[in-house]
């Protein structure tokens, strides 16, 4: 049985998963035997394969694929899917202006495949890239991923900042989903949000860097068409300029889906967190994401389109009717962060949790 036969006798979406066998990628059109051993890994992706298709070779080197990108119709060995990777991002940040040869990177890590990926990927184009690590006090979770973030980091003797909610700022994201009565996804952005911008700045990067990744950047475009919002869609661009008490924030993966990115880590050897945070459920880009893979998966290439198509034609006009209309802020009266109120937002929510 083909690998792609098994996937489709298991009811899987052959895009939604990696199959791996001792650390390697398999593509689908290889033949298994019986005793063969795989590891089935969810990625969160969508699209769907052809059970009866011929053995496949690299579009590039003609050498045995390892993986099948639908949206460019194309096998790649896996020399060249990590080339192609590479050069995805090298491409964005060419496009978008992202980084500059002698830019000090800050990136935030989370000890997931995108955070990882990025921070090799950056790192391998020669750029001085350091980790910032946040601790969220969600159990297991934060446990494990921070090791991952740790091991990373170690291996390429980069150094990794670590910033612990509980031990820094008296809360964590639990603690603060239950007092505001949110969900905790909420208190985790804000508190992260605030994070990434204030250690970005004290310690004089010129950019910040995350692992916002197609997948994460279209579902987040459909949510916001879904509901017009105006001001979220003038915001929408993988490079926000530094401006009073922010940093340039960059995104880097947006021409990577999430199955690349997670493809990338295995043929690199990067061990990164696999399960999902366990707060994610409900979160409701999960299902713009499912959508979105419903769409790719009877045609291709859509999420690249939405989104790439949305910054080329449409993101200008949402950002220039709301050019100049940033209000000017003033300092919190406890972080100095800028904020219109006498404490930011992240202070009154240490406030909150506290009593
Ligand atoms: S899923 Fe929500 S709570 Fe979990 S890390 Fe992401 S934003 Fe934070
Ligand atoms: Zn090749
Ligand atoms: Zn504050």
């Known amino acids: ?41 969810p990625v969160i992706s969508g699209g769907s394969g052809d059970a009866n298709q011929p053995a496949s070779k690299c579009r590039v080197c003609q050498a ?12 790649f060995c896996g020399k060249h899917f990590l080339r192609l990777c590479r050069s995805q991002v090298v491409q964005a940040v060419k496009d978008y202006d992202m980084l500059k040869p002698d830019d000090k990177v800050l990136i935030a890590v989370s000890g997931g495949k995108d955070s990882l990926a990025l921070w090799d ?16 006090g969600i159990n297991d979770y934060s ?24 031990e820094d700022y008296g809360f964590d994201v639990p603690s603060a989903a239950k007092a505001t009565h949110r969900p905790p996804c909420s208190a985790c952005g804000l508190s992260k949000r605030h994070i990434f911008d204030e250690v970005a700045l004290k310690q004089g990067y010129d950019v910040l860097a995350t692992g916002h990744n197609l997948d994460d950047e279209a579902s987040v475009l459909l949510g916001n068409v879904l509901r017009w919002q105006n001001e979220y869609l003038a915001r929408q661009h993988p490079v926000l300029p530094a401006r009073e008490g922010f940093p340039k924030k960059v995104k880097p993966l947006v021409r990577l889906s999430e199955r690349e990115t997670a493809a990338y880590c295995v043929l690199t050897g990067i061990d990164y967190m696999v ?6 459920a409900g979160n409701r880009h999960l299902a713009y994401k499912e959508m979105l893979n419903l769409a790719e998966e009877r045609s291709p290439g859509t999420k690249h ?23 000017s802020l003033g300092k919190c009266q406890v972080c100095s962060a800028p904020s219109p109120n006498e404490l930011c937002a ?3 929510l240490r406030e909150r949790v506290k009593n």
């Open 1 to 41: 049985m083909r690998v792609s036969a098994l996937l489709k006798q298991l009811k899987i979406a052959p895009e939604t998963v990696l199959v791996i066998q001792d650390g390697t990628l398999v593509p689908d059109d290889v033949l298994l035997g019986d005793e063969t051993e795989l590891e089935i890994r």
């Open 64 to 75: 045995p694929s390892v993986i099948k990108l639908r949206r460019h119709n194309a096998h």
């Open 121 to 136: 990927i950056l790192l391998s184009l020669g750029y001085q890239v350091d980790g910032l690590y946040i601790g969220l």
């Open 143 to 166: 446990n494990t991923s921070r090791s991952f973030a740790e091991d990373f980091a170690a291996s390429r003797q980069q150094h990794l900042e670590i910033v612990d909610l509980h």
């Open 275 to 280: 399960e999902e945070c366990p707060m994610a």
């Open 305 to 327: 389109d939405f989104y790439h198509a949305f910054l080329r034609s449409v993101e200008p006009i949402f950002s220039a009717e709301f050019q100049g209309q940033k209000e």
């Open 346 to 348: 992240f202070c009154r």
